[in-house]
């Protein structure tokens, strides 16, 4: 998902997913998960509970389709990588703003009563961060898709050195396990309890929908991609911050981040924003359709076109089950808006800003496909025959 500005923002977004679905991780983490893996089962017995004292993770995992995860050190990730963009975005702006101006002015700490021990660590945690990650894309820095994956693992765990208990030793490198555990104090003192309950309102306020509607919609959407919706459970971390665009997919695994408060992620909307993200690791057959058609036309291959088309099905997928929901629910006079919901592609103005003329190819030869009136491999070439 994402919300561009310009039409650079919207090549720039899409860039970023059509590299992102490339993403391969290296071996070595392979391995080190599988060994992670192997020692939880052995040690199976020995874990009193999932949650470990002073994490208090919750994850939602009785739901078909998808995982919610609200975990504490993904979290903290997250929102130091936040901050020390926002701080650097200070410094660059104003070349006269002092380190600790730039700091104070953005500090998602500022007014929480820090002690000078408490800001120094979490002002320390995020110099680290600007240093080495905050010039980084979340999406497209396998470092950080690598980063965030572990994390999200080590969710039980109250530390990430093993000090305590071996199998807790995340493998991450030994600096920046310091900066982390460092800063874990000081966030989860002042900020991890509204941030976990954000995520968990998140959490409860899509998942009846996601019961409701999940194994439905997962199979419509696979289904018009001709393909299968992925075998297990999708995992979806929910964050207070994501990345710029309030959510993110990487592959291999294939995860979600979503953001719990950015406002293009509320109300009923959340539950669009979860399929979107999901369908990113089955729309390939799209892609490919799309280069096949280009090449055999000779034409330059739009590389917006498949996630233009993405943001299109997913939105009339929703909105038809939603629409007819939202009614039943008013109906029965439960409130809310009966009619009208608004995909996310229309509500936030992507196609007005750069995908004009990709609505209305979709509009023309891939919505009668979606109505049953056409064929896959025709709506695709007649798509591209009139780009
Ligand atoms: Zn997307």
Partial sequence: MFSPNSTSDVRRALCLRG???????????????????CLLLTLGLLWPSRTIAGTQNYAEASLPVFELHSGFWINLHH????????????????????????????????GKGLTDTEQKAWDDAVAFYMLNYADKDLLFTTELIQLKDQLGDFEDCDELSGRKRKFCDAGLPANLTLVLEAAAPVYRAHLWPEHDKANRRWILQVAPLVREQGVGLSERLADIYQTRWPHGKIRVDVVAYANWAGAYTTVDPLRVTISSLDSRNQ?????????????????????????????????????????????????????TVLTSSLASSADKGNGGPASGYSAYAFREGLYQRGWKNYL????????????????????????????
């Fill in 267 to 319: 109300g009923p909307q959340a539950l669009e924003v979860l399929f979107h993200e999901g369908s990113h690791g089955i729309a390939e057959p799209v892609q490919r359709a799309i280069i096949r058609e280009c090449r055999q036309r000779d034409k330059p291959i739009p590389r917006d076109l498949w996630h233009a088309l993405v943001f299109y099905t997913t939105g009339e997928v929703i909105r």
């Fill in 360 to 387: 209305e190819l979709l509009q023309r030869f891939w919505q009668p496909y979606l109505d049953g009136k056409a064929t896959f491999d025709d709506a695709i070439a007649r798509m591209v025959s009139s780009l």
């Fill in 19 to 37: 590299l992102g679905a490339t993403i391969v991780r290296l071996a070595k983490v392979r391995l080190l998960r599988i060994s992670f893996s």
């Fill in 79 to 110: 929102t130091l990588y936040q901050e020390a963009r926002q701080r650097k975005a200070i410094l660059s702006r104003d070349a006269n703003t002092t380190k600790s101006a730039a700091a104070t002015a953005k500090s998602v700490l500022a």
